[in-house]
């Protein structure tokens, strides 16, 4: 019998990837705020992820053996501009959804960020303890702290920047402006004072599928790619595995939304150190390169390169 997967915030980049490879193998059940999703053989249903009672009540009914939580806001700027917002999606939301999970028996999965790091320039492990300098990186910060505190069975998966397309046609990610921008033969504008990982968030989707198979459980985990850049870099390597033209991009160091004002900065490392999650499940994280040529190859098999 299959099991049942809950995924809160299904219309989102990171939800919509998880239903469209899980789906096969596990019965899903997706939620969404404001883009209604309709997939042949999925139940996707609205929920708000801020109304306890509601998310309980649902979360009872469906009765699942795993829930993912994929809601919430991930852009920086975003988080700053609107820190309230922030705050109710990536912390109270994610709370709501982990004591419901938690209630009825489910491992609750959360997807962090590196984000919740400081910054420096140092590679980090997962011991480390968090000291994040933006709004994004505090939310996060918090919830990966109270799940470990209140829950029993759960997994943290602090991802480096993920990329790839996404359901929600109406809010371009930024691997998606990428690709619309070299289509058109547009300048394209790329940090280069932010190093972190990139991976293909189908690979992460892998390693969460191998997570469940291995049965792992109340365990934070960095997921990365082995090697880090900045976007104006992971942006020449896109544009030589993509073919397209590299003269459209155009290095530029903008401002980076720090909560820590007037501490100079300015460059900032998010690297994530995978030893733990290799051993774990025995494989080998890809580079940046390796992932972006899994990414044209699939891509490429259905027209969207």
Partial sequence: MKKTILIFGVSSFVGSNFLEMLKDEFRIIGTYHKTPVTIRGVTCIPCDVLKKEYVTSI????????????????????????????????????????QASERNGAQF???????????????????????????????????????????LNYLILRCSPLYGRGYNSRHDNWFETLQASFAKNLPIYADDSVYTGFLDVQILVKVVRAMIAKKATNRLFHVSSQDFMTRYEFAKIYARIFKKDEGLIQKTSGTFPS????????????????????????????????????????????GLT
């Fill in 59 to 98: 979360t009872t009914i469906i009765k699942p053996d795993i829930t993912i939580y994929a809601a919430g806001m991930s852009s920086l700027k975003e988080c700053q501009l609107s820190p309230k917002v922030a705050e109710a999606l990536n912390s109270s939301g994610a709370a709501n959804c982990a």
């Fill in 109 to 151: 999965i959360y997807i962090s960020s590196g984000y919740v790091l400081s910054g420096q320039d140092t590679i980090y492990r997962e011991g480390e303890t968090p000291i994040p300098n933006t709004t994004y990186g505090s939310t996060l910060s918090s919830t990966e702290f109270y799940i470990q505190r209140s829950c």
């Fill in 259 to 302: 909560d820590r004002k007037n501490e100079g900065n300015t460059q900032y490392f998010y690297r994530l150190d995978t030893a733990n999650i290799e051993e774990f499940l025995n494989v080998k994280m890809p580079k940046i390169e390796e992932s972006l040529s899994i990414t044209y190859k699939r891509l490429n098999s259905i």
